[in-house]
């Protein structure tokens, strides 16, 4: 099992993330409930010594691990119980500054990934203590098979050795079926087994969603579906009410019941998706394989999907729940979109304002409201919002100065989880206090954009090669599997706590040289920030690409961090690029997303342009890691 991504106090801001906090390190985890047969790092060795002939150290084995009512008749599983209260109860929110933080947790199921799911209808079903065997809901929770080939990010053009792993899901009707993302991550086959039967039907993936780590799976065989009865999403549940677990989990073949009680209900961090959504605590078994799987009430009400884990010395049977609620919206975003958009965000930081002199000095009249500290540049607030305002209020629901509103009858939860409710595109009324003043502004929600990338759209990581010199963004897979020593401290700093200023923005680095004549005096780099090209500051890897292209200079200049100079000849070392790469087995001098004509979607005058408007904005200890300052 792995950690899918930590979570970082800086990153709760609108959008999935993937960062380790620069306060202590807990020796706590938050694991993924899945499982794989075998280690990956049992053969990862091998691989490295016969596949990455390149590096000449061993690299870090990686550690992974139409509205309501149209979704209500596409899907007939969902109660309309169930759907009224996702747009109460819960949905995602992001994690700080979108950037994980090193917490305890991690996904509960595959020792890479695994699934588990199962749903109940109510009005048909009762479910009764050490009546289960026969339960006709039992026959909706499936087996997951998947084979994963994941990108090899310090070797761009090309992929890791694959592996597999098993998992849960369940059937929530019109041919399709709900497990856990990280069950289904970089499949390349997906077959699924139903209770009491030998044989496996392939499965397609119809959508991921990251942050929420939710993925839907279609299945066409109709002899599949032969029998079958959808499972219902029910009510959110209260506390100490009874949940019984079902999965699949240490790769077993028959079903795995699990029986505890409802713990606690509050916004939670999302190991996987690096993101902060509403969530369940139980105190049932939940291990590796259960991930995918469903957790029901005594009433045969599903309440969510078993997902992540609690590991600590401190503490015992801690399991998390996805809620219907956050599944309803992931559902209802499909809807509308044909695809999943995500979690919108607001893209500020905030600041709580318990101190009365700190209130006083702000001309807020009543203990209410946060302070607004920062506005994410990419973000749609920062036409409507400043730094030094107050929110006190979203969609006319007042904020405590705690940055806490009321959830249900006698609760509070996280400020977050408002923004969690709204789908991509959505506007929010927020009342605000500027000067002394109230007014109210409208924002638009949409998902964060990220500097530093948790999870590579596509599959496969960006690169180019120039005369060996290997360019690639920096994404957190990337340091992961690179190990964050020899990722550099500054170059970590940037990627855990620097905004992106505009959309598409990213930090590319030399991940490595491949050793040639042409370079020779610069075999020894490694994952070095690029900022500029014969003067140009450089936007993202595409952009790189361009320059290089429309050059008709003698040389090609690089000026790394640090004022670091790489000087090429532009014709010999274009005309060395293709020995290099047939020498390493490399069959392009780019990724193929990097062959299409390059777009500049970037409206600031370039000669204007400055490096701190290219992600290497200031970090301090007081912008991340206490109780005080919140992303939302």
């Not at 990213?506 to 004549?517: F, H, K, P, W």
């Not at 936007?539 to 429309?550: E, G, K, P, Q, T």
């Not at 047939?582 to 500049?600: A, F, Q, T, W």
Request: net charge neutral.
């Amino acid at each position: 099992m792995s950690v899918a991504a930590a979570n970082s106090w800086f990153s709760a801001l609108v959008s999935p993330g993937c960062a380790t906090s620069s306060h202590s390190l807990s020796s706590n985890r938050l694991f993924c409930a899945s499982r794989r047969p075998y280690l990956l790092s049992a053969s990862k060795s091998s691989k490295d010594v016969n596949q990455n002939p390149v590096k000449g150290k061993p690299k870090k084995s990686l550690s992974k691990s139409a509205e309501k009512e149209a979704v209500l008749q596409k899907f007939p599983s969902i109660s309309r119980d169930g759907s009224s209260l996702s747009n109460a109860d819960g949905r995602s929110t992001w994690n700080k500054t979108g950037r994980s933080q090193l917490t305890s947790y991690k996904s509960s199921g595959l020792q890479r990934k695994a699934n588990k799911g199962l749903l109940v209808d109510s009005t048909k079903q009762q479910v009764e203590t050490g009546n289960l065997q026969d339960a006709a809901f039992l026959n909706a929770v499936v087996k997951v098979y998947c084979t994963h080939t994941a990108p090899d990010y310090s070797l761009p053009w090309q992929k890791q050795r694959q592996y597999t792993s098993t998992g849960s899901a369940f059937m929530i009707g019109q041919g399709k079926l709900l497990t856990n993302a990280h069950c289904v991550e970089h499949d390349t086959h997906v077959k699924v087994k139903r209770r009491g039967d030998d044989t496996k039907y392939v499965a397609k993936v119809l959508a991921r969603g990251v942050e929420c780590d939710i993925a839907l799976l279609s299945v066409e065989s109709k002899e599949f579906w032969e029998g079958a009865e959808p499972l219902q999403l029910g009510h959110l549940p209260n506390l100490q009410d009874a949940v019984t677990v079902v999965g699949y989990p240490l790769g077993g073949e028959t079903i795995s019941v699990s029986k505890g009680v409802v713990s606690r209900i509050e916004v939670t961090s999302y190991a996987h998706g690096s993101s902060e959504l509403l969530g369940i605590q139980i105190d049932a078994a939940i291990n590796p394989g259960n991930s995918g799987g469903p957790a029901f009430n005594d009433q045969g009400e599903c309440i969510g999907v078993a997902f992540q884990v609690y590991r600590s010395d401190d503490v015992e049977n801690i399991g998390y729940v996805i809620p219907t609620t956050v599944v309803s919206h992931f559902l209802e975003d499909y809807e509308r979109n044909g695809k999943y958009t995500g979690f919108p965000c607001l893209g500020v930081l905030l600041q709580k304002l318990e101190n009365p002199a700190l209130r006083t000095c702000l001309k807020v009249p009543t203990n209410e409201g946060v302070l607004v500290r920062k506005v994410e540049p990419t973000s749609h607030a920062t036409s409507a919002l400043k730094e030094g305002d107050v929110i006190v209020s979203f969609d006319n629901v007042r904020v405590g100065c705690e940055g806490m509103v009321p959830f249900r009858s006698t609760e509070r939860i996280a400020f977050r989880y408002l923004i969690s409710q709204k789908f991509t595109g959505g506007v929010a009324n927020i009342g605000i206090i500027r000067g002394g003043q109230f007014m109210e502004v409208q924002v638009v929600l949409n998902p964060r954009v990220h500097l530093v990338p948790y999870h590579i759209e596509g599959g496969q990581p960006s690169y180019l090669i120039v005369a060996g010199l290997v360019f690639t963004p920096l994404s957190e897979p990337l340091i992961e599997e690179e190990c964050e020593d020899s990722i550099g401290l500054k170059l970590l700093a940037k990627a855990r706590y620097s905004m992106a200023k505009f959309k598409g923005e990213q930090i590319v680095i030399l991940s490595q040289v491949l050793a040639n004549e042409e370079n020779i005096g610069y075999e020894d780099m490694s994952n070095e920030q690029v900022l500029k090209l014969n003067g140009t500051w450089i936007r993202n890897i595409h952009h790189l690409a361009h320059l290089v292209d429309s050059c008709k200079d003698k040389y090609l200049v690089f000026e790394f961090d640090d004022n670091f100079l790489v000087v090429l000849e532009r014709e010999s070392a274009l005309a060395a690029s293709t020995s290099i790469l047939k020498g390493y087995g490399i069959r392009s001098e780019r990724s193929s997303d990097l062959l299409e004509p390059y777009v500049n979607s970037i409206l600031q005058n370039e000669g204007a342009m400055d490096q701190h408007q290219f992600g290497d904005s200031p970090v301090s200890n007081s912008e991340f890691g206490y109780d005080g300052l919140l992303w939302a």
